[in-house]
Protein backbone atom coordinates (compact mmCIF):
# COMPACT_ATOMS: atom_id res chain seq x y z
CA UNK A 1 0.00 0.00 0.00
CA UNK A 2 1.92 3.41 -0.62
CA UNK A 3 0.54 6.27 1.74
CA UNK A 4 3.20 8.60 0.18
CA UNK A 5 2.20 12.27 -0.19
CA UNK A 6 3.91 15.36 -0.98
CA UNK A 7 3.08 18.61 0.70
CA UNK A 8 5.23 21.95 0.49
CA UNK A 9 7.48 20.02 -2.21
CA UNK A 10 8.07 17.56 0.72
CA UNK A 11 8.37 13.92 -0.17
CA UNK A 12 6.20 12.52 2.84
CA UNK A 13 5.91 8.70 3.79
CA UNK A 14 2.42 8.90 4.82
CA UNK A 15 -0.09 12.16 5.12
CA UNK A 16 -0.09 12.07 9.05
CA UNK A 17 1.76 14.90 10.27
CA UNK A 18 2.17 16.39 14.02
CA UNK A 19 0.88 19.34 14.01
CA UNK A 20 2.04 23.16 15.52
CA UNK A 21 1.71 22.35 19.38
CA UNK A 22 3.85 21.61 22.49
CA UNK A 23 4.90 17.64 21.15
CA UNK A 24 7.70 19.14 19.95
CA UNK A 25 9.17 20.96 22.42
CA UNK A 26 11.19 18.20 23.66
CA UNK A 27 13.80 15.93 21.11
CA UNK A 28 12.82 12.59 23.43
CA UNK A 29 9.07 13.02 21.93
CA UNK A 30 9.79 14.17 18.86
CA UNK A 31 11.83 11.29 18.18
CA UNK A 32 8.89 8.94 19.64
CA UNK A 33 6.36 10.37 17.16
CA UNK A 34 8.89 9.78 14.06
CA UNK A 35 9.27 6.25 15.82
CA UNK A 36 5.49 6.13 15.88
CA UNK A 37 5.44 6.92 12.21
CA UNK A 38 4.51 10.39 12.15
CA UNK A 39 5.76 12.00 8.08
CA UNK A 40 6.54 15.18 9.21
CA UNK A 41 6.89 17.74 12.48
CA UNK A 42 5.99 21.42 12.94
CA UNK A 43 7.05 22.67 15.86
CA UNK A 44 4.75 25.66 18.25
CA UNK A 45 4.95 29.12 16.78
CA UNK A 46 7.11 31.81 17.53
CA UNK A 47 4.93 34.71 17.47
CA UNK A 48 5.43 38.29 15.81
CA UNK A 49 5.37 39.71 19.77
CA UNK A 50 7.95 37.70 21.17
CA UNK A 51 10.21 38.70 18.15
CA UNK A 52 9.87 42.34 18.13
CA UNK A 53 10.19 42.61 22.18
CA UNK A 54 13.09 40.64 22.07
CA UNK A 55 14.92 42.60 19.27
CA UNK A 56 13.74 45.71 21.13
CA UNK A 57 15.08 44.45 24.59
CA UNK A 58 12.47 46.01 26.29
CA UNK A 59 9.85 44.73 28.71
CA UNK A 60 6.29 44.33 27.51
CA UNK A 61 4.15 46.86 29.42
CA UNK A 62 0.69 48.74 29.45
CA UNK A 63 -0.68 52.01 30.51
CA UNK A 64 -2.98 51.17 33.44
CA UNK A 65 -6.17 52.22 32.39
CA UNK A 66 -6.14 49.25 29.62
CA UNK A 67 -5.40 46.73 32.32
CA UNK A 68 -9.08 46.44 33.19
CA UNK A 69 -9.82 44.95 29.49
CA UNK A 70 -9.92 41.51 28.63
CA UNK A 71 -7.67 42.38 25.18
CA UNK A 72 -5.20 44.25 27.44
CA UNK A 73 -1.92 43.64 26.18
CA UNK A 74 -0.98 42.76 29.52
CA UNK A 75 -2.27 39.58 29.00
CA UNK A 76 0.28 38.45 26.58
CA UNK A 77 3.10 36.13 28.44
CA UNK A 78 6.19 37.04 29.88
CA UNK A 79 9.14 36.45 27.98
CA UNK A 80 10.05 33.47 30.49
CA UNK A 81 6.81 31.89 30.40
CA UNK A 82 7.64 30.53 26.72
CA UNK A 83 9.07 27.53 26.58
CA UNK A 84 11.84 28.57 23.99
CA UNK A 85 12.32 32.26 23.41
CA UNK A 86 13.57 33.36 19.76
CA UNK A 87 17.26 32.59 19.89
CA UNK A 88 16.00 29.10 21.99
CA UNK A 89 13.35 28.63 19.32
CA UNK A 90 16.59 28.39 16.72
CA UNK A 91 18.90 26.38 18.35
CA UNK A 92 15.99 24.19 19.22
CA UNK A 93 15.07 24.18 15.70
CA UNK A 94 18.80 22.93 14.53
CA UNK A 95 19.37 20.41 17.04
CA UNK A 96 15.77 18.72 15.60
CA UNK A 97 16.81 19.14 11.91
CA UNK A 98 19.76 16.81 12.78
CA UNK A 99 18.29 14.22 15.45
CA UNK A 100 14.96 13.57 13.06
CA UNK A 101 15.23 11.78 9.34
CA UNK A 102 11.73 13.28 8.91
CA UNK A 103 11.22 17.00 7.67
CA UNK A 104 11.09 20.00 10.00
CA UNK A 105 8.50 22.82 9.45
CA UNK A 106 8.85 26.07 11.75
CA UNK A 107 6.13 28.03 12.64
CA UNK A 108 5.39 32.19 13.20
CA UNK A 109 2.27 33.70 14.19
CA UNK A 110 1.73 37.11 13.27
CA UNK A 111 -0.97 39.97 11.40
CA UNK A 112 1.26 42.60 10.12
CA UNK A 113 4.13 43.82 7.76
CA UNK A 114 7.16 44.63 9.11
CA UNK A 115 10.82 43.86 10.52
CA UNK A 116 9.71 40.63 12.42
CA UNK A 117 9.48 39.34 9.21
CA UNK A 118 13.49 39.22 9.10
CA UNK A 119 13.50 36.72 11.66
CA UNK A 120 12.47 33.90 9.03
CA UNK A 121 16.05 34.01 7.58
CA UNK A 122 17.44 33.01 10.77
CA UNK A 123 14.67 30.15 10.89
CA UNK A 124 15.67 29.36 7.41
CA UNK A 125 19.43 28.95 8.02
CA UNK A 126 18.72 27.10 11.94
CA UNK A 127 17.48 24.25 8.94
CA UNK A 128 13.36 24.41 8.80
CA UNK A 129 12.43 22.14 5.82
CA UNK A 130 9.44 24.64 5.43
CA UNK A 131 7.73 27.82 7.01
CA UNK A 132 3.63 27.83 8.59
CA UNK A 133 2.54 31.20 9.16
CA UNK A 134 -0.55 31.47 11.72
CA UNK A 135 -2.79 34.35 10.42
CA UNK A 136 -4.42 34.45 13.64
CA UNK A 137 -6.37 37.28 13.61
CA UNK A 138 -9.53 38.50 16.00
CA UNK A 139 -10.63 41.67 13.71
CA UNK A 140 -11.87 43.96 16.41
CA UNK A 141 -11.56 47.43 15.50
CA UNK A 142 -15.10 49.18 13.66
CA UNK A 143 -13.53 51.37 11.29
CA UNK A 144 -11.02 48.25 9.66
CA UNK A 145 -13.11 46.61 6.51
CA UNK A 146 -12.95 42.66 5.38
CA UNK A 147 -10.79 43.89 2.75
CA UNK A 148 -8.25 46.25 4.58
CA UNK A 149 -8.18 43.28 7.08
CA UNK A 150 -7.18 40.71 3.91
CA UNK A 151 -5.16 43.18 2.26
CA UNK A 152 -2.87 43.30 5.30
CA UNK A 153 -2.79 39.55 5.75
CA UNK A 154 -1.34 39.38 2.03
CA UNK A 155 0.92 42.05 2.22
CA UNK A 156 2.67 39.78 5.42
CA UNK A 157 2.54 36.84 3.47
CA UNK A 158 3.93 38.64 0.62
CA UNK A 159 6.64 40.03 3.17
CA UNK A 160 7.48 36.55 4.69
CA UNK A 161 7.77 34.93 1.05
CA UNK A 162 9.97 37.24 0.40
CA UNK A 163 12.45 36.47 2.68
CA UNK A 164 12.30 33.14 2.41
CA UNK A 165 13.71 30.34 0.27
CA UNK A 166 11.65 27.62 1.71
CA UNK A 167 8.12 26.49 1.37
CA UNK A 168 5.49 29.00 2.89
CA UNK A 169 2.76 27.66 4.14
CA UNK A 170 -0.42 29.74 5.69
CA UNK A 171 -2.79 28.68 8.37
CA UNK A 172 -6.22 30.23 7.97
CA UNK A 173 -9.26 31.17 10.16
CA UNK A 174 -12.31 29.97 8.83
CA UNK A 175 -14.10 33.18 8.84
CA UNK A 176 -13.26 34.98 5.68
CA UNK A 177 -16.02 36.80 3.80
CA UNK A 178 -15.19 34.81 0.18
CA UNK A 179 -12.23 32.25 1.54
CA UNK A 180 -11.85 31.09 -2.05
CA UNK A 181 -11.00 34.56 -3.32
CA UNK A 182 -8.72 35.33 -0.49
CA UNK A 183 -7.02 31.73 -0.20
CA UNK A 184 -5.80 31.75 -4.14
CA UNK A 185 -4.70 35.74 -3.38
CA UNK A 186 -2.72 34.37 -0.45
CA UNK A 187 -1.14 31.78 -3.30
CA UNK A 188 -0.31 34.95 -5.46
CA UNK A 189 1.17 36.28 -2.57
CA UNK A 190 3.16 33.41 -2.55
CA UNK A 191 1.77 30.59 -0.14
CA UNK A 192 2.19 27.18 -1.19
CA UNK A 193 0.16 25.46 1.23
CA UNK A 194 -3.15 26.29 2.83
CA UNK A 195 -3.82 24.95 6.41
CA UNK A 196 -7.84 24.89 7.37
CA UNK A 197 -8.09 25.96 10.25
CA UNK A 198 -6.66 27.51 13.20
CA UNK A 199 -8.98 27.50 16.37
CA UNK A 200 -9.57 30.72 18.26
CA UNK A 201 -9.90 31.02 21.41
CA UNK A 202 -12.99 31.07 23.09
CA UNK A 203 -12.37 32.66 26.95
CA UNK A 204 -15.39 32.28 29.26
CA UNK A 205 -16.43 34.95 31.62
CA UNK A 206 -16.06 34.20 35.26
CA UNK A 207 -19.45 35.64 36.45
CA UNK A 208 -18.29 35.80 40.09
CA UNK A 209 -15.02 37.37 39.28
CA UNK A 210 -15.93 39.29 36.28
CA UNK A 211 -13.34 38.33 34.36
CA UNK A 212 -12.32 36.20 31.16
CA UNK A 213 -11.39 32.92 32.29
CA UNK A 214 -8.83 31.46 29.48
CA UNK A 215 -9.29 27.64 28.91
CA UNK A 216 -7.85 25.33 26.82
CA UNK A 217 -10.05 23.25 24.79
CA UNK A 218 -8.88 19.93 23.03
CA UNK A 219 -10.73 19.33 19.75
CA UNK A 220 -13.35 16.90 18.96
CA UNK A 221 -14.61 15.42 16.12
CA UNK A 222 -17.52 17.40 15.71
CA UNK A 223 -15.15 19.80 14.44
CA UNK A 224 -14.18 18.36 11.36
CA UNK A 225 -17.60 19.27 9.40
CA UNK A 226 -16.27 22.86 8.52
CA UNK A 227 -13.16 21.69 7.56
CA UNK A 228 -14.28 18.86 5.42
CA UNK A 229 -16.87 21.40 3.59
CA UNK A 230 -14.15 24.32 2.73
CA UNK A 231 -11.59 21.48 1.96
CA UNK A 232 -14.28 19.90 -0.23
CA UNK A 233 -14.64 23.52 -1.93
CA UNK A 234 -10.96 24.70 -2.15
CA UNK A 235 -9.83 21.46 -3.42
CA UNK A 236 -9.70 21.64 -7.65
CA UNK A 237 -10.19 25.80 -7.24
CA UNK A 238 -6.78 26.66 -5.32
CA UNK A 239 -3.37 25.67 -6.40
CA UNK A 240 -2.07 24.78 -3.19
CA UNK A 241 -1.68 22.07 -1.16
CA UNK A 242 -4.33 21.70 1.26
CA UNK A 243 -3.45 20.17 5.01
CA UNK A 244 -6.25 19.94 7.53
CA UNK A 245 -5.92 20.45 10.97
CA UNK A 246 -8.78 20.26 14.20
CA UNK A 247 -11.08 17.41 14.40
CA UNK A 248 -9.31 14.30 13.38
CA UNK A 249 -9.20 12.06 15.94
CA UNK A 250 -9.88 8.24 14.75
CA UNK A 251 -9.82 6.79 11.24
CA UNK A 252 -12.77 7.57 10.08
CA UNK A 253 -12.31 11.53 10.76
CA UNK A 254 -9.17 10.82 8.60
CA UNK A 255 -10.69 9.11 5.46
CA UNK A 256 -12.73 11.79 4.91
CA UNK A 257 -10.36 14.19 4.97
CA UNK A 258 -8.58 12.62 2.22
CA UNK A 259 -11.76 12.24 0.43
CA UNK A 260 -12.54 15.59 0.44
CA UNK A 261 -9.20 16.97 -0.59
CA UNK A 262 -6.70 16.72 2.07
CA UNK A 263 -2.81 16.47 1.23
CA UNK A 264 -2.01 15.80 5.26
CA UNK A 265 -3.98 15.89 8.40
CA UNK A 266 -2.20 17.54 10.96
CA UNK A 267 -2.80 16.08 14.46
CA UNK A 268 -2.56 17.79 17.90
CA UNK A 269 -5.40 16.63 20.06
CA UNK A 270 -5.44 13.41 19.73
CA UNK A 271 -1.94 12.75 20.17
CA UNK A 272 -2.17 14.67 23.15
CA UNK A 273 -4.86 12.80 24.74
CA UNK A 274 -3.59 9.50 24.00
CA UNK A 275 0.27 9.67 23.04
CA UNK A 276 2.51 8.80 20.18
CA UNK A 277 0.99 4.98 20.20
CA UNK A 278 -1.98 6.92 18.78
CA UNK A 279 -0.26 7.62 15.15
CA UNK A 280 0.86 4.03 14.70
CA UNK A 281 -2.88 2.98 15.39
CA UNK A 282 -4.17 5.45 12.97
CA UNK A 283 -1.73 4.47 10.46
CA UNK A 284 -2.53 0.58 10.80
CA UNK A 285 -5.85 0.98 10.62
CA UNK A 286 -5.61 3.58 7.64
CA UNK A 287 -3.57 0.97 5.65
CA UNK A 288 -6.23 -1.67 6.69
CA UNK A 289 -9.12 -0.10 5.23
CA UNK A 290 -7.53 1.11 2.18
CA UNK A 291 -6.70 -2.63 0.86
CA UNK A 292 -10.29 -3.40 2.31
CA UNK A 293 -11.72 -1.36 -0.21
CA UNK A 294 -8.99 -1.73 -2.80
CA UNK A 295 -7.39 0.73 -2.97
CA UNK A 296 -3.75 1.16 -4.44
CA UNK A 297 -2.54 4.27 -2.35
CA UNK A 298 -3.35 7.39 -1.16
CA UNK A 299 -3.73 9.75 -4.13
CA UNK A 300 -6.63 7.56 -5.41
CA UNK A 301 -8.39 8.11 -2.50
CA UNK A 302 -7.77 12.08 -2.11
CA UNK A 303 -10.33 14.49 -3.56
CA UNK A 304 -12.85 12.07 -4.64
CA UNK A 305 -15.74 13.45 -2.33
CA UNK A 306 -14.86 17.08 -3.20
CA UNK A 307 -16.52 19.62 -4.84
CA UNK A 308 -15.13 19.70 -8.26
CA UNK A 309 -16.73 16.89 -9.26
CA UNK A 310 -19.93 18.65 -8.89
CA UNK A 311 -20.83 20.98 -12.20
CA UNK A 312 -22.77 23.18 -10.03
CA UNK A 313 -21.00 23.16 -6.77
CA UNK A 314 -23.46 26.33 -5.32
CA UNK A 315 -26.57 24.60 -6.44
CA UNK A 316 -25.09 21.91 -4.53
CA UNK A 317 -24.87 23.72 -1.36
CA UNK A 318 -27.79 25.32 -1.65
CA UNK A 319 -29.91 22.10 -3.16
CA UNK A 320 -28.79 20.27 0.15
CA UNK A 321 -29.15 23.41 2.48
CA UNK A 322 -32.75 22.93 1.64
CA UNK A 323 -33.34 19.81 2.00
CA UNK A 324 -32.14 19.44 5.04
CA UNK A 325 -34.17 22.46 6.35
CA UNK A 326 -37.33 20.74 5.09
CA UNK A 327 -36.59 17.55 6.38
CA UNK A 328 -37.17 19.11 9.68
CA UNK A 329 -40.35 17.60 11.39
CA UNK A 330 -42.13 18.88 14.38
Not at 17 to 33: H, N
Not at 155 to 173: A, D, F, M, W, Y
Not at 215 to 234: N, P
Request: a negative charge.
Amino acid sequence: MNLQTTYLGLNLKNPLVVGASPLGDKLDRARQLEDAGASAIVFHSLFEEQIKRDAEATEFHTTSHAESSAEATSYFPLQDEFVHGPDEYLAHLSKAREALSIPVIASLNGVTPGGWLEYAKRIEEAGADALELNLYHVPTDPAESAAAVESRLIQTVEGLHSHIKIPLSVKLSPYHTAPVHFTNQLVKAGARGLVLFNRFFQPDIDIELLEASPRLQLSESTELLLRLRWLAILEGQCEADLALTGGVHNTQDAIKSLMAGATVIQLVSSLLRHGPSHLSSLLESLQDWLTQHEYESIAQLRGCMSLKHCPDPAAYERGNYMRILQGWRM
